[in-house]
């Protein structure tokens, strides 16, 4: 039982444009949400989180919205460059206020390809 | 930053064989170390969770006598796949939270080890 999806493996955009990448959740107890980033053969690197105190947090190119009562994310990447061509995995976690461990779930990722 | 390295980066083995992957935090001290295993368009799934000194706690449906887990150190973590098999074949990475850090922050990935067992 999946507790993060991500149900768009690939994405294709062209340079210049917006990358909307979707990130949907189950459990209620998740409160701290990332996205990772991943190229080939290098583990995943840290991209931009948010907490569910916030509906929005924006760095530079890159910025996620939550939409809690939907269990939703979606990270937005404006505008997108080539460079940004990678594994993006989302992932959750539950702090131990909320009876977690911290140690996140993740998505099984959606690659972005930015065509030039 | 935190850099943590994984070695080996690919490796084949025999069926039957065993394996040993290394994850060394290089800058700081992990005294918290992951290990994630992921199938070909699948998620990072959480194995074990291997703390300093002391066994590592398994997620459930993982065989603790099938992957081994060493943190003898606060910079070294191993993973040992016994007695490999064809099935046993994924990409494997370690993930390690600094000694000072907590919370849901600080988790430094290593580059991964595609294991394929022929």
């Known amino acids: 039982d999946q507790q993060v999806k991500q149900n768009s493996p690939s994405l294709s955009v062209q340079e210049g444009r917006i990358s909307i990448l979707n990130c949907d959740y189950t459990?209620?107890?998740?409160?701290?949400f990332l996205w990772y980033k991943k190229y080939p053969a290098e583990g995943p690197t840290f991209l931009i989180s948010?907490?569910?105190?916030?509906d929005k947090n924006e760095d530079g190119r890159f910025t996620v919205f939550l939409n809690k009562s939907a269990k939703h994310l979606s990270l937005h990447i404006v505008p997108s460059q080539p460079g940004d061509s990678a594994v993006y995995f989302c992932?959750?976690?539950?702090?131990?206020?909320?009876?977690?461990?911290?140690?996140?779930?993740f998505g099984r990722g959606t690659s972005l390809i930015v065509h030039p | 930053g935190a850099v943590v390295s994984q070695h080996p980066s690919r490796v084949i083995c025999k069926s039957g064989t065993s394996v040993k992957i290394e994850c060394r935090s290089l800058?700081?001290?992990?005294?918290?170390m992951f290990w994630y295993r992921q199938f070909p368009k699948q998620s990072l799934m959480l194995m074990a969770t291997?703390?300093?000194?002391?066994?590592?706690?398994?997620e459930q449906g993982v065989e603790k006598d099938k992957f081994l887990i060493n943190h003898a150190s606060l910079t070294l973590s191993t993973l040992t796949v016994t007695s490999a098999h064809p099935e046993d074949s994924s990409f494997y990475i370690c993930?390690?939270?600094?000694?000072?850090?907590?919370?849901?922050?600080?988790?430094?990935f290593g580059s991964g080890t595609r294991l394929t067992v022929v």
């Open positions: 992932a959750a976690s539950a702090s131990g206020k909320s009876g977690g461990s911290y140690i996140p779930t």
């Open positions: 459990n209620s107890m998740f409160d701290y």
């Open positions: 800058d700081f001290q992990a005294t918290t």
């Open positions: 948010i907490s569910s105190i916030k």
């Open positions: 993930s390690a939270r600094d000694r000072g850090g907590g919370g849901h922050y600080g988790y430094t």
């Open positions: 291997s703390n300093e000194g002391s066994k590592a706690t398994y």
